[in-house]
């Protein structure tokens, strides 16, 4: 149902993403550095049945609308819990039942289950970028408080608008990611020369183990991947959350089949093969690629190899990204690993307001001093890493 706002503009609020065609949403989605905004993976999200009210993601989606034309959007769900967002706010919920105020429902802007980077607006270029945020704003303050949603939080946000959104009043958290940085590498080799002799060794004895495992490993993109794998990657990332992530299985086996063959194109595969079966891997990383950046997703095995996790999801796609271009290789959530392996602590952001008076004073009286330890954090965190002296650019 559209609501008029201003002459030129009109507001609309979308439950599903296919009420909007995709070439028109992709329009606004396709030019941004980010593919979590595009419109084929926030559906395939939502028809596969893994973001739905059911779940506790009821999309809520926000779109801005002239002469019926799409010039603006944001992707949206109204959550009645905070699993599945990879920030975590229990200690603003638990304050918040303790001074009496409820907490669910809140409105999240996010990609579901996706803790990568790139959050933000979509408006179309050439229109009154500060006019519309301006009225995108206002729509979700005056939502919040007609449907008594507890806050609006934007999570793992652009850090451009990051900073635009906090002149609107918008509270930004820091967090840390573990992200690789292509320091104009020409080579694997090239690579390990940033670590100190004992790393070097380290890693090189782990590639070794998976050598001498008689494991071959390939990486394969868009059309290269058979469309027989889609299907495997669900029983990988499905064993894994059993074994390691209980509770955290956020993703249905008909959103990875979904994927083929509409998607196919931006995802990259990591898979180890036996001497004996070159067909059907027992070991899986997956990742997607848009332009020059490389996000690693899931990852998976049915037998045990030492170093195999190592290989698939991180020295694997290092290599290929060097081969590939790629500047910018962010391997997903989790960093006790990663740290060890050429992966600095890289600044993140979300961006949060309470409607609450003192929820929303205390938000802005703490959230300084959160944010100058989470920095001290990240400092000591790169200060250890296992790097050669030689001045490191982690900021490329």
């Given at each position: 149902m559209f609501?008029?706002?201003?002459?030129?503009?009109?507001?609309?609020?979308?439950?599903?993403?296919?009420?909007?065609?995709?070439?028109?949403?992709?329009?606004?989605?396709k030019p941004l550095k980010t593919p979590f905004l595009e419109w084929q993976w926030l559906n395939n999200i939502e028809t596969s049945?893994?973001?739905?009210?059911?779940?506790?993601?009821?999309?809520?989606?926000?779109?801005?609308?002239?002469d019926r034309q799409l010039i603006a959007a944001a992707p949206?769900?109204?959550?009645?819990?905070s699993y599945g967002e990879f920030v975590f706010d229990n200690q603003w919920a638990n304050l918040s039942h303790r001074l009496g105020i409820s907490y669910y429902p809140k409105l999240l802007g996010m990609t579901p289950f996706t803790p990568a980077e790139g959050y933000r607006f979509l408006i179309a270029p050439g229109e009154d970028e500060e006019s519309i945020t301006q009225l995108m704003v206002a729509a979700i303050?005056?939502?919040?408080?007609?449907?008594?949603?507890?806050?609006?939080n934007f999570l793992f946000v652009d850090p451009e608008w990051g900073e635009i959104m906090k002149s609107y009043g918008f509270n930004s958290w820091l967090h840390h990611s573990y992200i690789w940085s292509n320091q104009e590498f020409?080579?694997?080799?090239?690579?390990?020369?940033?670590?100190?002799?004992?790393?070097?060794?380290?890693?090189?004895?782990?590639?070794?183990?998976?050598?001498?495992?008689?494991?071959?490993?390939?990486?394969?993109?868009?059309?290269?991947?058979?469309?027989?794998?889609?299907?495997?990657?669900?029983?990988?990332?499905?064993?894994?959350c059993e074994k390691f992530y209980w509770g955290s299985k956020y993703l249905t086996?008909?959103?990875?089949?979904?994927?083929?063959?509409?998607?196919?194109?931006?995802?990259?595969?990591?898979?180890?093969?036996?001497?004996?079966?070159?067909?059907?891997?027992?070991?899986?990383s997956f990742c997607l690629r848009k332009d020059d950046n490389l996000y690693g997703r899931y990852w998976g095995c049915f037998e045990e190899y030492d170093c195999l996790h190592f290989e698939a999801c991180y020295y694997q796609p290092i290599?290929?990204?060097?081969?590939?271009?790629?500047?910018r290789f962010?391997?997903?959530?989790?960093?006790?690993?990663?740290k060890r392996r050429g992966f600095p602590a890289t600044p993140n952001y979300s961006l949060h307001r309470f409607y609450d008076p003192k929820m929303s004073q205390i938000l802005k009286h703490y959230m300084p001093e959160i944010n100058r330890m989470e920095q001290e954090e990240i400092d000591a965190i790169n200060q250890d890493l296992p790097f050669s002296k030689r001045e490191i650019n982690f900021d490329v």
């Open positions: 609501k008029q706002i201003k002459p030129q503009y009109s507001v609309a609020w979308i439950e599903k993403m296919s009420e909007i065609p995709q070439s028109v949403w992709d329009d606004l989605a049945g893994s973001a739905t009210p059911r779940t506790g993601w009821q999309p809520i989606h926000l779109t801005v609308w002239r949206l769900y109204i959550k009645g819990h303050d005056n939502f919040c408080v007609h449907h008594q949603l507890s806050g609006c020409n080579s694997f080799d090239n690579y390990l020369s940033l670590f100190n002799a004992n790393q070097r060794r380290n890693i090189k004895r782990e590639r070794k183990a998976v050598e001498q495992a008689s494991l071959s490993i390939k990486v394969m993109t868009g059309e290269e991947i058979p469309s027989h794998l889609f299907p495997l990657i669900y029983q990988f990332y499905s064993s894994t086996r008909q959103f990875f089949e979904q994927l083929y063959p509409h998607y196919s194109h931006r995802v990259v595969l990591v898979a180890a093969y036996t001497e004996k079966d070159d067909k059907h891997p027992v070991g899986m290599a290929w990204s060097i081969n590939e271009g790629i500047k962010d391997p997903g959530a989790g960093g006790r690993h990663k």
